[in-house]
């Protein structure tokens, strides 16, 4: 197919698919950094799964990261990958797309395209001008365990979504219309709560050139700069990472250490050098921006979470707290303190009661990064404290009420604000929002080589 589609981009990937005798509801299971404080989700998983054919067996899921069988467990993850190609257990597909919907309890269809973005125009880094950017700080200290996991891996499984703004709903709604003329690939219920999944195969090459010139069309400087009133000292941001920004990151640092073993021309087409993605609007109707919560663990072992609320006091200067017996005692009173209060309002529980951080005058424009600079802080004092990203409020209120942690509740954010945010001030606090709660997810089910396929 001659299409100019790296000048935005993006690959046309040979995706590889489970072959027909395999399970479809037991070979997809959730994102492997979802429930890293509930190792009984994932031990629920690999209880209904048994010894079929699966993607458990090709992840790490993180809630294991820090066991100490690492090592034998990535010997495991790159033996499957091998056996489940040599087994035809995955199956190449011909060149092209899939467009995927995703049905969820009591949202409307969220829709995709699964292609392959080219990671020479993508970069992570604060301040980055490409094509492709990060929406949230990356962590490096969180890379070197999944490029442990990625560096000898044959095989690549997404959970990356990536975003686009097209208001005008020009790249994927014309494919949602005529799904019955294309393949279809999958329609199944997903495991654990997961919801529906349907996909078709986009590989016409008349569809395909919709959808690239859909996108250039996205990424014309010009309309650019007219959309976002910016001038031409601001590249085109086609690509907002909306999940799985350290995935990709793993993804980038991967490729750029294996390019310097490369000639130009291998360079050019080896497969390490484009990530499969999904692609999503987000003016998607169904896309949720969740807020992400936090949870920090053992506070006992330091001080206790009156003294630790007692030093967000003195780190944020202008600050203070109240707490209460009730939640419903606390929510009325957060009604009313929202209804007049200018800064930044942080609900919160522990083992004795609810409460609430008040932040007169911050300085940051979000309160996530108001909690975050906080907890950045905090951490680097006290060694033995462990914080996780949580998603949903009922998760929050569990962990967060057991003695010697305390729960924080963050507000969501409008996804409207996202590219233009991203534009003019860079990338967001780390885990800012989520494409909806864990159990929606991305699950693996699509794969790509990312070795040639002579190795």
Same mark, same amino acid.
């Given at each position: 197919?001659?299409?100019?589609?790296?000048?935005?981009?993006?690959?046309?990937?040979?995706?590889?698919?489970?072959?027909?005798?395999?399970?479809?509801?037991?070979?997809?299971?959730?994102?492997?950094?979802?429930?890293?404080?509930?190792?009984?989700?994932?031990?629920?998983?690999?209880?209904?799964?048994?010894?079929?054919?699966?993607?458990?067996?090709?992840?790490?899921?993180?809630?294991?990261?820090?066991?100490?069988?690492?090592?034998?467990?990535?010997?495991?993850?790159?033996?499957?990958?091998?056996?489940?190609?040599?087994?035809?257990?995955?199956?190449?597909?011909?060149?092209?797309?899939?467009?995927?919907?995703?049905?969820?309890?009591?949202?409307?269809?969220?829709?995709?395209?699964?292609?392959?973005?080219?990671?020479?125009?993508?970069?992570?880094? =604060?301040?980055?001008?490409?094509?492709?950017?990060?929406?949230?700080?990356?962590?490096?200290?969180?890379?070197?365990?999944?490029?442990? @996991?990625?560096?000898?891996?044959?095989?690549?499984?997404?959970?990356?979504?990536?975003?686009?703004?097209?208001?005008?709903?020009?790249?994927?709604?014309?494919?949602?219309?005529?799904?019955?003329?294309?393949?279809?690939?999958?329609?199944?219920?997903?495991?654990?709560?997961?919801?529906?999944?349907?996909?078709?195969?986009?590989?016409?090459?008349?569809?395909?050139?919709?959808?690239?010139?859909?996108?250039?069309?996205?990424?014309?400087?010009?309309?650019?700069?007219?959309?976002?009133?910016?001038?031409?000292?601001?590249?085109?941001?086609?690509?907002?990472?909306?999940?799985?920004?350290?995935?990709?990151?793993?993804?980038?640092?991967?490729?750029?250490?294996?390019?310097?073993?490369?000639?130009?021309?291998?360079?050019?087409?080896?497969?390490?050098?484009?990530?499969?993605?999904?692609?999503?609007?987000?003016?998607?109707?169904?896309?949720?921006?969740?807020?992400?919560?936090?949870?920090?663990?053992?506070?006992?072992?330091?001080?206790?979470?009156?003294?630790?609320?007692?030093?967000?006091?003195?780190?944020?200067?202008?600050?203070?707290?109240?707490?209460?017996?009730?939640?419903?005692?606390?929510?009325?009173?957060?009604?009313?303190?929202?209804?007049?209060?200018?800064?930044?309002?942080?609900?919160?529980?522990?083992?004795?009661?609810?409460?609430?951080?008040?932040?007169?005058?911050?300085?940051?424009?979000?309160?996530?990064?108001?909690?975050?600079?906080?907890?950045?802080?905090?951490?680097? =004092?006290?060694?033995?404290?462990?914080?996780?990203?949580?998603?949903?409020?009922?998760?929050?209120?569990?962990?967060?009420? @057991?003695?010697?942690?305390?729960?924080?509740?963050?507000?969501?954010?409008?996804?409207?604000?996202?590219?233009?945010?991203?534009?003019?001030?860079?990338?967001?606090?780390?885990?800012?929002?989520?494409?909806?709660?864990?159990?929606?997810?991305?699950?693996?089910?699509?794969?790509?080589?990312?070795?040639?396929?002579?190795?």
């Amino acid at each position: 197919m001659a299409h100019n589609h790296r000048k935005i981009g993006i690959e046309i990937p040979e995706i590889l698919m489970p072959g027909k005798q395999v399970d479809l509801a037991k070979w997809s299971v959730v994102a492997c950094d979802q429930y890293t404080s509930q190792p009984e989700y994932w031990q629920q998983v690999k209880e209904t799964l048994g010894d079929a054919p699966s993607t458990l067996h090709m992840i790490f899921p993180e809630v294991y990261l820090e066991e100490k069988d690492a090592d034998v467990r990535i010997e495991y993850i790159n033996r499957n990958m091998a056996a489940y190609l040599e087994e035809n257990i995955l199956v190449p597909q011909n060149p092209g797309f899939v467009y995927v919907e995703r049905q969820m309890s009591g949202h409307q269809s969220r829709k995709g395209l699964i292609m392959a973005v080219d990671l020479e125009q993508y970069d992570y880094g =604060k301040g980055s001008q490409t094509l492709i950017r990060a929406t949230e700080g990356t962590v490096l200290d969180r890379l070197p365990p999944r490029i442990k @996991i990625r560096e000898h891996a044959s095989v690549e499984l997404p959970h990356i979504m990536l975003l686009i703004d097209d208001p005008g709903r020009t790249v994927i709604e014309p494919v949602a219309e005529r799904t019955e003329t294309f393949e279809k690939l999958y329609d199944f219920d997903l495991m654990m709560n997961g919801g529906n999944i349907k996909g078709y195969k986009v590989d016409d090459e008349n569809t395909i050139s919709e959808i690239i010139a859909a996108l250039e069309k996205l990424a014309e400087p010009k309309a650019f700069q007219a959309k976002y009133q910016v001038d031409s000292s601001q590249e085109v941001l086609l690509f907002a990472v909306g999940d799985g920004n350290h995935s990709l990151a793993t993804a980038k640092v991967c490729w750029e250490q294996l390019k310097q073993t490369l000639s130009e021309e291998e360079r050019a087409h080896h497969p390490a050098r484009f990530a499969l993605v999904e692609v999503v609007n987000v003016h998607d109707d169904a896309l949720i921006f969740e807020p992400i919560h936090r949870v920090v663990f053992n506070v006992h072992g330091s001080q206790m979470p009156e003294e630790m609320l007692a030093y967000f006091k003195r780190f944020q200067m202008d600050a203070y707290y109240k707490t209460y017996a009730t939640q419903r005692e606390m929510e009325n009173d957060l009604k009313v303190l929202q209804a007049r209060q200018r800064g930044h309002i942080i609900p919160f529980i522990t083992s004795e009661h609810y409460g609430m951080i008040i932040v007169n005058r911050p300085n940051h424009q979000l309160e996530v990064g108001t909690l975050q600079a906080f907890l950045d802080d905090y951490t680097d =004092k006290n060694a033995n404290i462990k914080i996780d990203y949580i998603h949903g409020e009922e998760v929050v209120e569990q962990l967060g009420s @057991i003695e010697g942690n305390i729960g924080f509740y963050l507000p969501p954010m409008d996804k409207h604000d996202l590219f233009k945010t991203v534009i003019l001030d860079g990338a967001l606090p780390r885990k800012t929002f989520s494409l909806g709660e864990a159990h929606e997810k991305r699950f693996y089910l699509e794969c790509k080589l990312i070795v040639n396929k002579a190795n």
